[in-house]
């Protein structure tokens, strides 16, 4: 008979590494009774609500699924993972990522005859590379899907490999991003250190993730939609501070970060917390308008290091 219990990992804290924490919102497994439903969880589009148990470290408040399913069934999922539900959503993301790095290369006052090195690690279909490349970045891309590095390759021609952070052999980077990556990677402190090594004085380190502490994760609780089992970690500005002063970056510039998605796709995605949101996408379809792009955001946040 099937045990998830069999399946998890009891972890501390990613941040301080103490084992003291406060339960924040307890497990629930009923919808898992196979390995098979357990693996399905973890795509690139999924929207699976949080299974795994929430807690928050009482030492330095930072907020983590533990104990979770096993980092080794994570990264097996997430390699075999075929996701065309995903990249039905690219041009929106293009649009999304070109918006986000043109901000970012102008706060630094970047050249635009200049040439610098870019990775992105976990570039799910390489959109993101492809915005890097036509801005004139030397594009390299880490996926642990295989399915979806042969699919950015052959759609836009981008030098992404099958892998993750770990992956990337020694080389000194002028950017480095994670894009709605961290809150998923199974060894925080480990990824963190390779970022180090693969940094040089003055390496500019994005990162984008959902932020627990916005407005919106405020207001909606545990209905905030970024509340996933895909989602490791729940940052805060203090916490991804702490993390990586131990290597020297610091904060140089956070803002929202405004997702475009098409109206239907977006609208059928709420509807798993709201069912007016379905009855909506109906009327949406009816009407022929439910690829019109639309701008949102809900509680992501970009944070913009340097390294000194």
Not at 114 to 137: M, P, Q, R
Not at 150 to 155: P, R, T, V
Not at 272 to 278: E, G, I, Q, R, W
Request: net charge positive; proline share 3%.
């Amino acid at each position: 008979m099937f045990n998830v219990n069999n399946y998890l990992e009891e972890i501390n804290c990613p941040i301080c590494y103490k084992n003291d924490y406060t339960i924040l919102k307890n497990s629930n497994y009923e919808k898992i009774y196979n390995l098979d439903s357990l693996l399905s969880i973890y795509k690139s589009s999924a929207d699976e609500l949080m299974l795994d148990q929430l807690v928050v470290c009482n030492n330095c408040n930072f907020s983590y699924l533990n104990p979770r399913i096993k980092s080794d069934i994570i990264y097996k999922s997430y390699s075999e993972n075929a996701d065309e539900k995903h990249v039905s959503q690219d041009s929106m993301r293009y649009k999304t990522f070109k918006n986000s790095l043109l901000k970012i290369i102008d706060s630094n006052k970047l050249p635009s005859e200049t040439k610098k090195t870019f990775l992105d690690i976990g570039s799910a279909s390489g959109v993101f590379l492809k915005v890097a490349k036509d801005l004139g970045f030397e594009e390299t891309g880490f996926e642990p899907s295989s399915w979806m590095v042969k699919y950015g390759a052959n759609k836009y021609n981008v030098n992404i490999h099958q892998g993750t952070v770990e992956s990337v052999k020694y080389f000194k980077y002028d950017y480095i991003s994670f894009w709605d990556v961290l809150e998923h990677v199974t060894n925080l402190k480990k990824t963190l250190e390779k970022v180090d090594e693969l940094s040089k004085k003055n390496t500019i380190l994005i990162i984008n993730v959902p932020d627990i502490d916005s407005y919106v994760s405020k207001i909606m609780g545990f209905r905030w939609p970024f509340y996933l089992n895909v989602h490791l970690y729940y940052f805060r500005k203090k916490n991804l501070q702490e993390a990586l002063s131990k290597h020297n970056f610091v904060l140089i510039k956070s803002f929202p970060h405004w997702q475009f998605l098409q109206l239907g796709y977006l609208l059928e995605r709420a509807g798993k917390y709201f069912s007016f949101f379905l009855m909506l996408k109906k009327l949406v379809d009816y009407l022929r308008v439910s690829k019109v792009s639309v701008p949102y955001n809900m509680g992501q946040t970009t944070f913009v290091f340097k390294k000194q």
